[in-house]
């Protein structure tokens, strides 16, 4: 499985919520693959992306 099919599939379990935290997908990202090589703003992009084309409204939330 891919980054991007990763992200798709959390969309995809989480359709009930219409709003995506780009922090909260990216921790899920990071737990499926401890060994990934892109930075947190190349997997925000890549969540943003998807999500935007899925219909997701974005929150661009900060780490606390």
Do not use: K
């Not at 959390?10 to 499926?32: C, G, K, W």
Request: glycine share 4%.
């Amino acid at each position: 499985m891919d980054i991007r099919q990763a992200i798709v599939g959390y969309l995809i379990d989480h359709v009930d919520n219409p709003s995506v935290s780009i922090f909260e997908v990216t921790i899920a990202v990071r737990q499926m693959f401890p060994h990934c090589e892109l930075t947190d703003w190349q997997i925000g992009d890549l969540i943003a992306r998807s999500a935007i084309d899925a219909g997701f409204a974005i929150d661009f939330d900060a780490a606390p």
